[in-house]
C-alpha cells in the first residue's frame, strides 16, 4: 500500500528559528495536505495543495508541491512557542475519498 | 464554533464492556471517517461513509463496529474492548472527494481508556 515517509521524526529548536521538514512518497499523489496537531486534539488543516509545483503561504507557514508529485514540504518561518506539536502530511491518489497520512514531525520549541 | 463534535472527549470502559463514541457534524458533509490513533502515531483509517456506503478498511476488526442514522451523526461501536483498543478517536468529515472537497475536518477526538 502506500505511505508516507515524513522527516525529521521530531526536532528541538530555539524560538525564532525557522523550520523545514518534509514527506516523500513512492506513489503519485494529486493532493497533499499539512496537519497541525496539538496534544488531546484533533488535527488541524494548514495549508492544502492540489497542482505540482504550487507554492502556498498560510502566514509564517510555506508549502509546496513536489514536481515529480512525490513530495511536498513544510516550512516554518520564526518559529513561536504555540508552533509546539506535531504536523502530519497527509495525501490522496486519484478519487480515492479517503487521506493517506505521514508518519509524523514532532516539534518542540525552546525559549 | 466546533463544526465537528465528539462526545464524550474522555471515555472509561471495563475490557469486555461495549462502549459507543459519537461524532455529530454541522457542515452536511457527505464523508465521515472514524480514526483510531495511539500515542502520536498517524491516525489509522477504520472506516468511512459516503453519504450511506459504508466502506471498511480491510485490517479493521470485527470488534469495530459503525452507525451512520443521519447525515449529522456517525457512531463508533466497539463492542468487546481489550487493553490493545485503548486510544484516541477521531472523527473527520470531508464534503466530497474532488479537489477541495477532500480535506478532512476533525473533531477534538475521544480518549478512550480500558480497564
Known amino acids: 500500500g502506500q505511505q508516507l515517509n515524513q522527516s525529521p521524526q521530531s526536532m528541538f529548536i530555539q524560538e525564532g528559528e525557522d523550520v523545514s521538514m518534509n514527506c516523500t512518497s513512492s506513489s503519485i499523489f494529486n493532493t497533499w495536505l499539512w496537519y497541525k496537531q496539538d496534544p488531546g486534539e484533533g488535527p488541524v488543516l494548514l495549508i492544502a495543495l492540489y497542482k505540482a509545483g504550487e507554492l502556498t503561504s498560510n502566514g509564517r507557514l510555506t508549502a509546496q508541491f513536489g514536481i515529480t508529485r512525490k513530495d511536498s514540504f513544510l516550512n516554518i518561518s520564526a518559529s513561536i512557542p504555540s508552533d509546539v506539536g506535531i504536523y502530519f502530511c497527509?495525501?490522496?491518489?486519484?478519487?480515492?475519498?479517503?487521506?493517506?497520512f505521514g508518519t509524523g514531525t514532532r516539534l518542540q520549541v525552546t525559549l | 464554533d466546533a463544526m465537528v463534535i465528539q462526545n464524550p472527549r474522555y471515555q472509561v470502559t471495563q475490557f469486555g464492556k461495549p462502549v459507543t463514541l459519537s461524532c455529530s457534524q454541522t457542515l452536511n458533509h457527505n464523508v465521515m471517517y472514524w480514526y483510531q490513533q495511539k500515542s502520536s502515531q498517524a491516525p489509522k483509517l477504520l472506516f468511512h461513509?459516503?453519504?450511506?456506503?459504508?466502506?471498511n478498511e480491510a485490517d479493521t476488526p470485527d470488534n469495530f463496529q459503525s452507525r451512520r442514522p443521519n447525515t449529522s451523526f456517525c457512531f463508533l461501536d466497539i463492542r468487546s474492548p481489550g487493553l490493545g483498543d485503548a486510544a484516541m478517536y477521531l472523527c473527520?468529515?470531508?464534503?466530497?472527494?474532488?479537489?477541495?472537497?477532500?480535506?478532512?475536518?476533525f473533531g477534538a477526538g475521544t480518549r478512550l481508556s480500558v480497564l
Open positions: 473527520a468529515t470531508s464534503s466530497h472527494p474532488w479537489q477541495e472537497g477532500i480535506i478532512q475536518y
Open positions: 497527509a495525501g490522496r491518489t486519484g478519487t480515492a475519498s479517503k487521506l493517506t
Open positions: 461513509y459516503y453519504d450511506k456506503d459504508f466502506n
